[in-house]
């Protein structure tokens, strides 16, 4: 076979041949515990034990394909559900990729759910309900647990452990507190109660049930006429609030006259106070000023002093001070207290949206849902609480400018880039700065590139373009060029990821790889490398002798292999 006869380069190609005959014949002796250490880059966990093994491994991968979430979906129908619906975590958008957050190949113990931000770091609100209050301060095992889930039947069958799963819970305040209320409400607690405490119940309005509190009613404590629930009660000490009677003021007050006078308490009395007898029972609509709204509660003595039992009453301000101060005198209309107000209340204004689009500046955008006092607010002292005309010919007269002072004798226009819809959405395009924006650049937030100093304003015209200016070099310097002042990065790195998706190492190295070559990890060639700046690998200067990695083989004497 290596007759010395023949030319010595196709005596070198035999011998070659001979050598890679004999290693493949060794690695097909391998045992199978020996090639599955070759090829798998670590044991499963507990829970993927069964698809251990080298013939398995296409459970989960596909051939030449990274992407195993299709692999993944088609065991966990219960994700794959969820993401169809497009409802839960797994249905964001950056949590479609399984391995992100569970990693294989670790070990047996190893816990397969990785919080990138640690699992108290999570944000609940982006799954659509944000913990607040006494909710914030629970721990994720006190909710998540097999109690609370609604229906567990679908997840036991998917072989989850209900007190580890995160799936299955409900929104619904009663899916895991009990309903106090009999008979119940209507079902939405939060129109109510909020999450810091059950008691008070700052959302609720006594003002839009059938018995508004007036008067001297306001301060009574709740349990004065909402007394306990029987033993019925799901919970101790829940109160009766639905189905007492209000329909006569006898219904809580004993009639001290007997009914002498008739049952209509009101005739004569109101909710100031028993003992404050509105007029004798004098009927006001009689005259030229029916008390109507707020004015029907006020102390008969309030408006006709002793020394004028006649007060007028043509305009608001005969008994009321302007709070305005005359600043709508230049708005005849705007001097007619009534056009904005009416007598169940000075607040809220009757003052709505569809009239502003009549006024000098119409409400676009954000500024529809923008309360009146954050423009309306007070000038210079308490004596004018709440300013009408305001100056409104530049946004910098009520915003901030965060981009700093223009420059000299310029006037900013805002407008070119912002609209009143939403100050963070500009309407920029970034391809006319010359740095056309693709892929995860595309997606990147403003400030991460433009931003300032400490508190200082975003940067915007002198941000630099080169990668180095953004991203830590991790090779280290290995690639700097002399003579070139920035790392060139696109030279092997695309903007899609950071997988060196360029390089061409038959091209672009000293040295092609070929045969065998082809299939041998990078890291076996490329080890690491540790130096005061971080950790990489090392690439280059490497040595390309044959000898610098492969130990010699005797060449075998006697016949033909």
Same mark, same amino acid.
């Given at each position: 076979?290596?007759?010395?006869?023949?030319?010595?380069?196709?005596?070198?190609?035999?011998?070659?041949?001979?050598?890679?005959?004999?290693?493949?014949?060794?690695?097909?002796?391998?045992?199978?515990?020996?090639?599955?250490?070759?090829?798998?880059?670590?044991?499963?966990?507990?829970?993927?034990?069964?698809?251990?093994?080298?013939?398995?491994?296409?459970?989960?991968?596909?051939?030449?394909?990274?992407?195993?979430?299709?692999?993944?979906?088609?065991?966990?129908?219960?994700?794959?559900?969820?993401?169809?619906?497009?409802?839960?975590?797994?249905?964001?958008?950056?949590?479609?990729?399984?391995?992100?957050?569970?990693?294989?190949?670790?070990?047996?113990?190893?816990?397969? *759910?990785?919080?990138?931000?640690?699992?108290?770091?999570?944000?609940?609100?982006?799954?659509?309900?944000?913990?607040?209050?006494?909710?914030?301060?629970?721990?994720?095992?006190?909710?998540?647990?097999?109690?609370?889930?609604?229906?567990?039947?679908?997840?036991?069958?998917?072989?989850?452990?209900?007190?580890?799963?995160?799936?299955?819970?409900?929104?619904?305040?009663?899916?895991?507190?009990?309903?106090?209320?009999?008979?119940?409400?209507?079902?939405?607690? %939060?129109?109510?109660?909020?999450?810091?405490?059950?008691?008070?119940?700052?959302?609720?309005?006594?003002?839009?049930?059938?018995?508004?509190?007036?008067?001297?009613?306001?301060?009574?404590?709740?349990?004065?006429?909402?007394?306990?629930?029987?033993?019925?009660?799901? *919970?101790?000490?829940?109160?009766?609030?639905?189905?007492?009677?209000?329909?006569?003021?006898?219904?809580?007050?004993?009639?001290?006259?007997?009914?002498?006078?008739?049952?209509?308490?009101?005739?004569?009395?109101?909710?100031?106070?028993?003992? %404050?007898?509105?007029?004798?029972?004098?009927?006001?609509?009689? %005259?030229?000023?029916?008390?109507?709204?707020?004015?029907?509660?006020?102390?008969?003595?309030?408006?006709?002093?002793?020394?004028?039992?006649?007060?007028?009453?043509?305009?608001?301000?005969?008994?009321?001070?302007?709070?305005?101060?005359?600043?709508?005198?230049?708005?005849?209309?705007?001097?007619?207290?009534?056009?904005?107000?009416?007598?169940?209340?000075?607040?809220?204004?009757?003052?709505?949206?569809?009239?502003?689009?009549?006024?000098?500046?119409?409400?676009?955008?954000?500024?529809?849902?923008?309360?009146?006092?954050?423009?309306?607010?007070?000038?210079?002292?308490?004596?004018?609480?709440?300013?009408?005309?305001?100056?409104?010919?530049?946004?910098?007269?009520?915003?901030?400018?965060?981009?700093?002072?223009?420059?000299?004798?310029?006037?900013?226009?805002?407008?070119?880039?912002?609209?009143?819809?939403?100050?963070?959405?500009?309407?920029?395009?970034?391809?006319?700065?010359?740095?056309?924006?693709?892929?995860?650049?595309?997606?990147?937030?403003?400030?991460?590139?433009?931003?300032?100093?400490?508190?200082?304003?975003?940067?915007?015209?002198?941000?630099?373009?080169?990668?180095?200016?953004?991203?830590?070099?991790?090779?280290?310097?290995?690639?700097? *060029?002399?003579?070139?002042?920035?790392?060139?990065?696109?030279?092997?790195?695309?903007?899609?990821?950071?997988?060196?998706?360029?390089?061409?190492?038959?091209?672009?190295?000293?040295?092609?790889?070929?045969?065998?070559?082809?299939?041998?990890?990078?890291?076996?060639?490329?080890?690491?490398?540790?130096?005061?700046?971080?950790?990489?690998?090392?690439?280059?200067?490497?040595?390309?002798?044959?000898?610098?990695?492969?130990?010699?083989?005797?060449?075998?004497?006697?016949?033909?292999?």
């Amino acid at each position: 076979m290596f007759d010395s006869g023949l030319p010595i380069s196709v005596r070198r190609v035999k011998f070659r041949m001979f050598c890679v005959l004999i290693l493949i014949h060794a690695g097909i002796s391998l045992s199978p515990k020996i090639a599955s250490a070759q090829l798998s880059p670590g044991k499963l966990t507990l829970a993927h034990e069964h698809l251990e093994g080298v013939r398995r491994c296409n459970s989960c991968h596909k051939l030449g394909d990274r992407n195993i979430v299709s692999k993944c979906l088609e065991c966990h129908r219960e994700i794959a559900s969820s993401q169809e619906r497009e409802h839960g975590l797994h249905a964001l958008q950056g949590y479609a990729n399984c391995n992100e957050c569970h990693v294989e190949h670790q070990g047996r113990d190893h816990d397969l *759910v990785f919080w990138p931000q640690g699992e108290s770091g999570f944000d609940h609100g982006s799954i659509g309900y944000r913990l607040e209050g006494k909710h914030a301060e629970l721990t994720c095992a006190r909710c998540h647990t097999a109690r609370y889930i609604a229906d567990p039947s679908p997840l036991v069958s998917a072989g989850k452990d209900l007190e580890r799963t995160r799936m299955g819970l409900r929104t619904s305040c009663t899916d895991c507190h009990d309903e106090v209320h009999v008979p119940a409400f209507s079902g939405i607690c %939060t129109e109510c109660h909020d999450q810091n405490a059950w008691k008070p119940v700052p959302g609720f309005k006594h003002d839009a049930t059938a018995f508004p509190l007036t008067g001297r009613h306001e301060p009574v404590p709740c349990l004065k006429c909402h007394p306990p629930l029987d033993e019925a009660s799901p *919970v101790a000490g829940a109160a009766k609030f639905r189905g007492v009677a209000h329909t006569a003021c006898t219904d809580c007050h004993r009639d001290p006259h007997d009914g002498r006078l008739g049952s209509r308490c009101t005739d004569c009395h109101s909710t100031t106070g028993w003992s %404050t007898v509105a007029g004798e029972g004098f009927d006001h609509d009689r %005259t030229r000023y029916p008390l109507r709204g707020r004015h029907a509660s006020v102390r008969c003595e309030r408006c006709h002093a002793t020394s004028d039992k006649r007060p007028t009453f043509a305009a608001c301000t005969d008994c009321h001070d302007d709070v305005h101060r005359g600043n709508s005198n230049d708005r005849p209309r705007l001097t007619r207290c009534e056009e904005c107000h009416d007598v169940d209340g000075f607040r809220p204004a009757r003052y709505a949206l569809d009239r502003h689009r009549t006024s000098a500046y119409p409400l676009e955008g954000a500024h529809l849902a923008t309360p009146c006092a954050a423009c309306h607010r007070p000038e210079d002292n308490r004596d004018r609480p709440f300013a009408l005309m305001l100056d409104h010919g530049a946004c910098t007269a009520c915003h901030d400018d965060p981009h700093g002072r223009p420059s000299a004798g310029g006037v900013r226009l805002c407008t070119t880039c912002h609209d009143q819809g939403t100050w963070r959405s500009p309407r920029f395009d970034h391809a006319t700065t010359g740095y056309t924006l693709v892929d995860r650049h595309a997606q990147a937030a403003c400030l991460a590139c433009h931003r300032g100093a400490d508190d200082a304003p975003p940067v915007f015209t002198t941000t630099p373009t080169a990668c180095a200016s953004c991203h830590d070099d991790i090779h280290l310097g290995q690639f700097a *060029v002399a003579g070139e002042p920035e790392l060139r990065c696109d030279r092997c790195h695309v903007t899609v990821d950071w997988y060196a998706e360029r390089f061409d190492h038959d091209s672009h190295s000293r040295f092609a790889l070929r045969g065998g070559h082809e299939s041998v990890a990078c890291a076996r060639c490329h080890v690491p490398l540790d130096q005061p700046g971080g950790r990489s690998l090392i690439f280059k200067p490497l040595t390309m002798e044959c000898a610098d990695c492969h130990k010699s083989t005797p060449v075998p004497t006697g016949g033909n292999p």
